[in-house]
């Protein structure tokens, strides 16, 4: 084992934290602040000497494009002579944010993410806390470890040992239907909407926003506009708890 490792795992003041991720993770972090951030909520931000705060908001955003990546290929691979629609619904279903949700409860996040209990209800099904951090500590472990280590850890760690896909092939996940139909017995007006996309986005890019009662709700974005009003109908449906 490497001298670093062996530092790392028991030497350093970190120690504990340490054993504690590489039982999670299956290897030893080389950047552990980037971990660390992976686990800590926007309640319990760190305030830089630029002033700017640090969460796992950012890890979180590459996070999830990394995973869908991933995913993405292992479906391609798996499903060869399916359609395009059907892999999107495929990927929709495996990195849906309840699915997420599970999965880092599963791992056991919630006894590693840093929060404020006090302004963020864990309990409510609209929490998204484990599904975030989810997301991040795939964030950080491409920064620390690069994408082919990743994309390795994902399908090795997670996807085979968690994810039923087949089973998940044979779930109804049709959100945008749901959330209508939700409208519809509460009497709501529903419409999807798009919106200009956040500056730096591509241009191919569809950004819609769902709007119930004229009140703003989630937004999807992606290169298709259905898929973009799916993913959008399912935060919908998580916000609301449906």
Known sequence: ????????????????????????????????????????????ALILKNGSKSSNERLEFLGD???????????????????????????????????????????????????DIKSINVNAKQSSLLGDAFEALIGAVYLDKGYNFTKEFIDERIIKPHVDIHTLELTETNFKSKLIEWCQRHSKDISFEPISNVEGDSAKLFTVRVFIDSEPMAIGVDYNKKNAEKF???KSCEMLGI
Not at 3 to 18: A, C, G, M, N, W
């Open 65 to 115: 494009a990394v995973l869908g990546s991933v995913v993405a290929e292992v479906l391609f691979k798996l499903y060869p002579y399916k359609e395009e629609g059907f892999l999107t619904e495929m990927r929709s279903k495996i990195v849906r944010r309840a699915n997420l949700n599970q999965l880092g409860r599963k791992l056991g996040f919630q006894e590693l993410i840093d929060f």
């Open 232 to 234: 959008a109908a399912e």
């Open 1 to 44: 084992m490497p001298i670093s490792k062996i530092y790392k795992l028991y030497i350093s003041p970190d120690r504990k934290y340490v054993k504690v991720l590489n039982n999670l993770l299956g290897f030893v972090p080389s950047n552990l602040s980037l971990y660390k951030m992976a686990f800590r909520h926007k309640s319990v």
